[in-house]
């Protein structure tokens, strides 16, 4: 997919991301649960999750941008373990103003079970993308 976050984004690698679709309306992030975004306990990692979602968020906030937009507030809420991989994200473009946008992302295992749900609000910059 030729999106900005599925280029540049050396997390999005690491974690074994794949950004499957991307508009400004709509994203849609898969990640596997493996032994590197695992607790203790052997779920899926808070932080894990947590990047899954600000992923999702991120590559639907800069699809077709020409200028970066970044997160100004998160909020996440934990619902259940992540057990099933993989996870899916997918954010919603909620609120679209000048300078501030607003997602909601749903974080899902693969038995479609809700994991976590998160508030995402990004600000517009007058800061180019890289090519």
Do not use: W
């Amino acid at each position: 997919m030729n999106n900005y976050v599925a280029k540049h984004d050396k997390l999005v690698r690491h974690l074994g991301m794949t950004i499957e679709e991307a508009t400004r309306e709509y994203a849609r992030v898969t990640m596997p649960i493996t032994e590197n975004n695992k607790n203790g306990m052997g779920l899926a990692h808070g932080g894990a999750i947590f990047a899954l979602a600000d992923v999702a968020f991120g590559a639907a906030a800069n699809a077709g941008q020409v200028n970066g937009v970044v997160s100004l507030n998160s909020t996440i809420e934990f619902l259940r373990p992540g057990l099933a991989s993989p996870l899916k994200a997918e954010a919603h473009l909620v609120r679209k103003g000048a300078h501030i946008q607003s997602y909601t992302v749903e974080v899902r295992d693969a038995d479609g079970q809700l994991i976590a749900r998160c508030m995402a609000t990004g600000f517009q910059t007058d800061v180019p993308l890289p090519e």
